[in-house]
């Protein structure tokens, strides 16, 4: 394939992530926690598979660059409120979280190149979808360690959030 493919492609599984947001909430608040999970596990894996096509072409298109981010925070946010809604997540927690998103989605919003991400923004993205992934485990068997070891990588993932904000704001 060649790179300019690659890149369209990336481009086109970035999008269809963020479609993916509206159908997940609206999964979550009917209580199909099974298609709700689903759809967040093929949002993170599509993020993987757009990252590794837009590298394997060289580098993505500056508009990839700059729609992956939201992308993520449309995916991560959905759940995260409605974990909030639901009492599984403290509200204080994910107000943090939302808040940091939108400083650095306007910080990046004023880079040339879409602002890309560091390594600790990639990997609070990672631990965060795990989390998440485990925290709406929808299945009987295991559901309740599952669900309790999401919670502890929550945390995790919130200080990676607060740290890579800070490395993010330090090059401004």
Known sequence: ????????????????????????????????????????LIGGLSD???????????????????????????LISAPLLWLGATGSLPLWAIWLLLARELLISGWRAGQGSGGPASWGGKAKTILQFVALLLLLWPFPLGAGPLQGLGWLLFWPSLLLALSSAWGYLRQA
């Open 1 to 40: 394939m060649s790179a300019r493919w690659n890149r369209r492609l990336a481009d086109g599984l970035t999008v269809g992530r963020a479609v993916i947001g509206l159908p997940l909430i609206l999964a979550l608040i009917a209580n199909q926690t099974l298609l709700a999970w689903c759809l967040l």
């Open 48 to 74: 993987a598979a757009d990252g590794w096509l837009a590298r394997r072409a060289g580098g993505g298109s500056v508009w990839g660059a700059r729609l992956d981010p939201l992308t993520d925070k449309i």
